[in-house]
């Protein structure tokens, strides 16, 4: 892990983190043959044929799990979501102040971005791939996220901790400037996910008027 300092399964490749779900062997499989063709060839340029050669499976296998494309689309995103909720609401909740609390979610699911990129990248670019009713669940899930930065900036700003106009917007600014990580990284990059997290948190509290990172 190029030494960082990445909490408990940050760092762990997605393959591994969607073993959380216990998936069957052969669903799994097709689950992550999909995100890494998804992220290369976006929803529409990919068809069940090219998903079942990467998982090493028949045409028609795809089928024996999943109703449509669209379906498999779906269930990795809700995955790939409610893992990251999952992650950003235990960062949220350590005993530390708004500050230090900012601070760990920030460096945490930029880190997230990076260490995850295909999945952040299919999450990010395909939404409009989506059924309206996976449409919906699947942004009602980053609105959780979206709370759970918004409630941090408004408990410092609450305290006096924070220096904040327009909780709202300062909530956007930060969440954007973790998820645009996906946008520009690549493998290789000259900063590690986790120097990349500290980076951007430094930048999230200058947002909200704390110019040194919390100690």
């Not at 216990?22 to 689950?31: D, E, K, N, T």
Request: aromatic share 6%; with cysteine.
């Amino acid at each position: 892990m190029d030494g960082t300092k990445a909490g408990p399964g940050l760092a762990e490749p997605f393959a591994a983190l969607v073993d959380q779900y216990q998936f069957p062997a052969g669903y799994r499989r097709m689950l992550l043959a999909a995100v890494d063709a998804f992220a290369e060839h976006g929803f529409h340029g990919t068809s069940t044929r090219d998903i079942a050669a990467r998982a090493g499976m028949s045409p028609a296998a795809l089928y024996a799990h999943f109703s449509s494309k669209e379906e498999l689309l779906h269930t990795i995103m809700a995955s790939a979501l409610d893992l990251t909720v999952a992650m950003v609401s235990g960062e949220a909740s350590r005993p530390a102040s708004p500050a230090g609390r900012l601070q760990a979610v920030v460096t945490a699911l930029s880190a997230w971005q990076a260490y995850h990129l295909p999945v952040a990248r299919v999450v990010l670019y395909q939404l409009d791939a989506l059924a309206p009713e996976h449409l919906a669940e699947v942004t009602g899930k980053m609105r959780k996220i979206d709370r759970i930065v918004r409630a941090i900036i408004a408990d410092g700003a609450s305290v006096g901790d924070f220096t904040v106009t327009d909780i709202s917007a300062t909530a956007t600014a930060t969440l954007s400037l973790c998820l645009d990580v996906a946008r520009w990284y690549h493998p290789g990059y000259r900063r590690t996910p986790q120097e990349i997290g500290e980076m951007n948190a430094r930048t999230a509290l200058r947002i909200v008027g704390v110019p040194e990172p919390a100690t």
